[in-house]
């Protein structure tokens, strides 16, 4: 486990243990709320899944915020047809309690230590640009939430540090399910991103996005691009597990030094057109992966990188393995292009079977890389 995720558990256990223990009081003396807790229902706010609600929320949040206190939901859905402000709040409901958006309207946490937990989030109406959006936040967690939208995009993270985005379910955005920019120190840990929208997971351009961590999610499926990476630095992809993507598993793509220091470790990448591809990044490790039935290559740098390149210990099985019949040829299992990497180093990868069309292993530009300790199966020779 890398440092990034060793870490990434404290500040939300620090917001979240509060949490738990406010939820047990509560579970004890309802209606009345427990001390330190404020109930969105003495603000008047209904629930019944037909009232706009926003106003009773937005009330209880300012209130909640002047008294330092966390705002409970009570089980039930509540309607929301303007934003809600969530300034430095702990929200959290009772046993998925309902969030609705009625007219494109969206969740927004700002301010420190807000926190938003044990929601389902949907919509209807207009469509929602982003349903969650923490923007400019500190110490803030999304945990344990069902955000389905439809939106455009489920969850965004934008110019926030310190947080914790664990154990949500995303579901049903049109363009991305979850998308950041400018935010550092965050862990996206345990979430299920269920496919569908074009992008599962985008790290934009633009500020400073370094120190983050994403770990043992589970990517379902049918993205087109199932990890995007335009903008992060040092930085580690491990433990997850990508399934049957349209396109590529995992896609970085630098632009001057704006990807550099990434680690993308264990990870189990399922039938994507290329594993693992990447263009323009400085300093990147691949390692320890397995990486199945890719339709072209399974790792590929497509060139502009910089620094060290170490792609070691991965297994790949049957690279070439296309949707479609017959399946193409393939230059490569890995391809590594004549970059500006000052050193590379292609050791201990091993591929597994793939009675297909494919001209070498590994096959790299660069005559001084280390290429050493590589095994592959009897039908497909290291042309190396």
Not at 27 to 34: D, N, R, S
Not at 280 to 288: A, C, F, K, M, Y
Request: hydrophobic residues 40%.
């Amino acid at each position: 486990m890398s440092k990034h995720a060793l870490s990434c558990g404290f500040s939300f256990v620090a917001i979240y243990g509060i949490v738990l223990m406010v939820v047990s009081l509560i579970a004890v003396t309802q209606p009345v709320a427990a001390s330190g807790t404020l109930n969105v229902k003495t603000f008047g706010a209904i629930g019944n899944g037909q009232t706009d609600d926003s106003a009773a929320i937005n009330s209880a949040l300012v209130q909640a915020k002047a008294q330092q206190a966390a705002l409970f939901f009570p089980h039930g859905d509540y309607l929301f047809a303007a934003d809600l402000i969530d300034d430095s709040v702990v929200m959290f409901g009772d046993n998925n309690t309902g969030l609705h958006a009625t007219n494109g309207s969206k969740i927004v946490l700002t301010g420190n230590k807000a926190a938003l937990t044990n929601f389902r989030i949907t919509s209807s109406g207009s469509l929602p640009a982003s349903l969650v959006y923490v923007t400019n936040a500190t110490n803030f967690s999304v945990c344990h939430n069902r955000i389905e939208g439809p939106a455009n995009v489920d969850l965004q993270v934008r110019y926030s540090t310190n947080g914790n985005v664990l154990n949500n379910d995303l579901d049903k955005a049109d363009n991305t399910n979850l998308y950041a920019i400018g935010s550092s120190n965050v862990c996206y840990d345990r979430n299920q991103i269920d496919g569908k929208a074009v992008i599962g997971l985008e790290f934009d351009l633009g500020g400073n996005q370094a120190n983050n961590t994403v770990i043992r999610n589970v990517f379902a499926g049918d993205n087109t691009q199932t990890i995007l990476v335009l903008g992060l630095q040092n930085s580690s992809i491990n433990h997850n597990i990508l399934k049957d993507s349209d396109g590529f598993g995992i896609g970085l793509f630098g632009t001057g030094f704006s990807v550099n220091n990434i680690v993308i470790d264990s990870n189990d990448i399922k039938g994507a057109s290329e594993g693992i591809v990447f263009n323009g990044v400085e300093n990147l490790t691949i390692s320890n992966n397995i990486i199945k039935h890719s339709n072209l290559d399974a790792i590929q740098d497509t060139g502009g990188g910089s620094g060290t390149l170490a792609i070691t210990n991965n297994t790949i099985i049957n690279a070439g393995f296309a949707k479609a019949v017959p399946p193409p040829p393939v230059l490569a299992v890995i391809l590594v292009s004549n970059s500006a990497y000052s050193s590379v180093t292609i050791t201990n990868n091993r591929y597994l079977g793939g009675a297909h069309d494919l001209t070498y292993f590994i096959d790299s530009q660069f005559h001084t890389a280390t290429i050493t300790g590589n095994t592959t199966t009897a039908m497909l020779p290291n042309l190396v």
